[in-house]
């Protein structure tokens, strides 16, 4: 019914930057509200970890790994977020996963969807 779809992943170099995306759509209906929205993220061999996230008044937490490089933004209207990541770090490189948190569709406006995105690879490399 809801889902989300990211894009923007890819390689970058510890001197770039990377823009990631992710947008909730619904297939009829139109979506109400969105608690939270945000980004994790999972390297290989290890557990899904969070990267930012931001609520619905706009208060944002941060992974104290990113603190200061990243920056996560969020258009209500759209339903959509963005990661912005600036000097990337080797160890950033994971597969990026877009979550959203009690979201609301006009459809079944008395249940609570979590989404998961379906995950894009950012790999830092030097």
């Known amino acids: 019914q809801v889902q989300l779809v990211e894009s923007g992943g890819g390689l970058v170099q510890p001197d770039g930057s990377l823009r990631l995306s992710c947008a909730a759509s619904?297939?009829?209906?139109?979506?109400?509200?969105?608690?939270?929205i945000g980004w994790y993220r999972q390297a290989l061999g290890k557990e899904r970890e969070l990267v930012a996230t931001?609520?619905?008044?706009?208060?944002?937490n941060y992974a104290d790994s990113v603190k200061g490089r990243f920056t996560i933004s969020r258009d209500s209207a759209k339903n959509s977020v963005d990661l912005q990541m600036n000097s990337p770090k080797p160890e950033d490189t994971a597969v990026y996963y877009c979550?959203?948190?009690?979201?609301?569709?006009?459809?079944?406006?008395?249940?609570?969807?979590?989404?998961w995105g379906q995950g894009t690879q950012v790999t830092v490399f030097s």
């Open positions: 619904v297939v009829s209906g139109s979506i109400l509200s969105i608690n939270a």
């Open positions: 979550y959203a948190f009690r979201v609301v569709i006009s459809t079944a406006p008395y249940r609570y969807f979590e989404l």
């Open positions: 931001v609520s619905k008044n706009g208060s944002a």
